[in-house]
């Protein structure tokens, strides 16, 4: 039985069979792979692009990031503040999830973009405080319209730029390079 | 045979840099420590069952041991038990995926849970049995989540724990001080363990400044460090009958 289904895969026919299935296969990972990289679904199309070209600065709705651990998503008061202002917050489509929450008094659930696992102890606060920029490791926000990992936040990356960042100095290059720097 | 002894006198020199002092004739034995060790370390509470396996989960325990022959039986005083920290770790050498290592920064034994694969050698291997295993993903009692710490891994089934000596209140505390410019100073922060205890036997500090309290402490005289013999140069110094 086993001989005969072997004899029929060696048979043009069965060539071609075993060539589609394994292309099926190879796409169905590649395409799963893919969506794992896709920006996730935001309540709001926010425009980083246009913020930024308002000449907003980064910390002005992250503000955590030069303070403390997480750099924060801002709550819907902190739109409210300059959009209130704004006549055409009143009429666009776009923005209606922003007026409805307000009025509501829901708070919106942004979806984060730049996140590590659970395992990892990130601080923004040091890495701005050690003269990193927020572009380095999040992209250009002026280019994008909701926010977009450049890279992937993986440990190759992050030792690469400690041990950069540690140059000569033996004492930094032990304190940036120790496990329990980021895994506790 | 002389080789062993003068590695373990060489090496006997060397100081670590957090060090704990427990002064077993003030602690009560009221579990306060272990109370807030688990709050503050996202522990786990295995339940019932699992206890019964002895799977129980805790980074600190009380322990009780009785002295002499029926009827004159006389309990010794409540010795907490936690991992020791040891400069000379013989859980680190075991580890085949290096998830237990010595942190050369804070001069600590790591636990990396992400590089654990659950092989328990350095649990059989801790001559304080300090560490436990997670045996499952255990159920968390209500309200999640918002009591677990932000700051403190949630470990999944299969890996390893045990004390840190609360690093992520080491590394928050430096982290402030960095950010204001300056030295941590000693008694700025604690462990969980000894903010909690009512009755100060716990001091946690900086054993290599000369002048803060744990090192006055532990340089007293009558302290004791647990299985020294085994060369493991615990970084936990105990008090009993002072």
Redesign the interface.
Known sequence: MIKKFFDWLKQPLGLIAVGIVFLGVFSAVAYGIYLTQQTPEQPIQFPHRTHVAFGIQCLYCHPGASKGPAAGLPSQAKCWACHNQIAKTQTSALLAPLKDAVINGESIQWVPVAIVPDFVQFNHRAHVAAGRNCEECHGDMSQVDIAQNPQVFNMGWCLNCHIEAAGDDQEKLVKLSDCGTCHY | MDLKISEVKLSEEEVGKWGMVIDQDLCTGCQACVAACAMENNLSFVGEEDAGYGRSMHWIRIERFWEGEYPEVKMTPHQPMLCQQCGHAPCEPVCPAFAT?H????Q?N?Q???RCVGTRYCANNCPYQVRSFNWRDYERPEPPPNQLNP????RRRGVMEKC?FC??RI?RAQ?KA??EGREVMDGEFTTACAQACPANAITFGRTDHPESLVSQLAHQGHGAKHLEELGTLPNVTYFKGG
């Open positions: 290592v942190s050369q920064a804070e600590l790591l990396v849970y992400n700051d403190v891994t949630v840190t690093i992520q590394h982290d960095k950010s």
